[in-house]
């Protein structure tokens, strides 16, 4: 089987209509998801938090807050 680029591969998803490319791209999306879910995990800290907290930080980034 030939080896594709990446480039090879953007240059037909580009030629997919919007629906198709938006498709595709929820595929692909599912494809890696265990992989791209594993490589998050490695980079986050292990830590307890609470309910505000977690409130918190969801109002940080919604709203471009700092965290208190």
């Known amino acids: 089987m030939e080896t ?5 591969v953007m240059q037909l ?3 997919l ?3 198709q490319q938006l ?3 929820e595929r692909i999306s599912k ?7 594993q490589l998050a995990d490695r980079e986050m800290p ?3 938090l609470n309910d505000d907290e977690i ?3 969801v109002q940080a980034v ?3 807050t700092q965290k208190n």
């Open 4 to 8: 594709i680029t990446i480039n090879q």
């Open 13 to 15: 998803f580009n030629r």
């Open 17 to 19: 209509s919007r629906p």
């Open 23 to 25: 498709e595709a791209a």
């Open 31 to 37: 494809q890696t998801f265990e992989e791209r879910w």
């Open 46 to 48: 292990d830590s307890v």
């Open 55 to 57: 409130m918190k930080e």
């Open 62 to 64: 919604r709203y471009g």
